[in-house]
C-alpha cells in the first residue's frame, strides 16, 4: 500500500500520542500538563494550532483512549466503528494544501478546529486508510508480556511482533535464550 509523507506523520503523531498514556496506575504520564501537550504538537509539527489550555490537554486524553482501542480492536468491522465514532465526533473539511513546502495533500481537519479534533479527524483518516487497504492487522500492540505499546507493522509480510525490536524484541530473545539455558542446565 502507499503510504504518503502525511500519512507517515499523522501515523508516528498516532503512535506518540497512545504511547504517552501510563503503563498502569503508577506509572507518569506521558502528557502531564499543557506544556507537554504543546511540545508534543511541536515535534509533530502539527499546523494551525493555536493557544493550547486545559480544555484541550484533557480532550487529547481522552481522544488518546480512543486511539488507543483502534490500536487494540480485534478486526477490521471494530476498527471501523471505533474509527468512525472518533471522526464524526470531531467534524471533518477535506482540502488540498501544499503547506510548508509539502506537495499537495488532503487535510480532513476543520478549520479553527481544536488540537483534538484536529487529531481525531487526520490521525482518524490515516488509520481509515488501513482497514480500507484490508490492512487493520498492521494496526498493532506489542507483544512483549509487559509492553502493551502500539505500533504500525510497516514490514512487508507483517511480521513485527513488538514495538521496537532495539528493546521489546531483544529483550525477549534475552529471556528465551536464559531459559534455554537454564533446562539444557537440568
Ligand atoms: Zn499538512
Ligand atoms: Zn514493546
Known amino acids: 500500500m502507499l503510504i504518503t509523507h502525511d500519512t507517515r506523520c499523522a501515523l508516528d503523531t498516532v ?8 503503563e498502569d496506575d503508577s506509572a507518569p504520564d506521558g502528557l ?21 489550555t486545559d480544555f484541550d490537554l484533557s480532550a487529547v486524553r481522552r481522544l ?22 472518533l471522526i464524526a465526533a470531531a467534524g471533518t473539511t477535506p482540502r488540498l494544501t501544499d503547506h510548508d513546502g509539502y506537495d499537495w495533500h488532503v487535510h480532513y481537519f476543520a478549520p479553527g478546529a481544536s488540537v483534538a479534533d484536529h487529531l481525531a479527524a487526520d490521525c482518524g ?6 482497514v480500507v487497504a484490508g490492512e487493520q492487522e498492521r494496526l498493532r500492540r506489542c507483544e512483549a508480556p509487559d509492553c502493551r505499546h502500539a505500533f504500525v507493522d510497516l514490514s512487508r509480510n507483517r511480521s513485527r511482533r513488538y514495538c521496537d525490536s532495539r528493546t521489546c524484541g531483544n529483550r525477549l530473545h534475552v529471556a528465551a535464550y536464559r531459559a534455554r539455558r537454564k533446562e539444557a542446565a537440568g
Open 15 to 22: 503512535v506518540d500520542l497512545v504511547n504517552s498514556a501510563p
Open 32 to 52: 502531564p500538563d499543557v506544556a507537554a501537550l504543546e511540545v508534543f504538537v511541536r515535534e509533530h509539527a502539527v499546523s494551525e494550532v493555536g493557544v493550547l
Open 64 to 85: 488518546r483512549s480512543r486511539f488507543a482501542a483502534v490500536f487494540a480492536a480485534p478486526d477490521a468491522r471494530t476498527a471501523a466503528g471505533l474509527i468512525n465514532e
Open 125 to 130: 483518516m490515516a488509520l481509515a486508510f488501513f
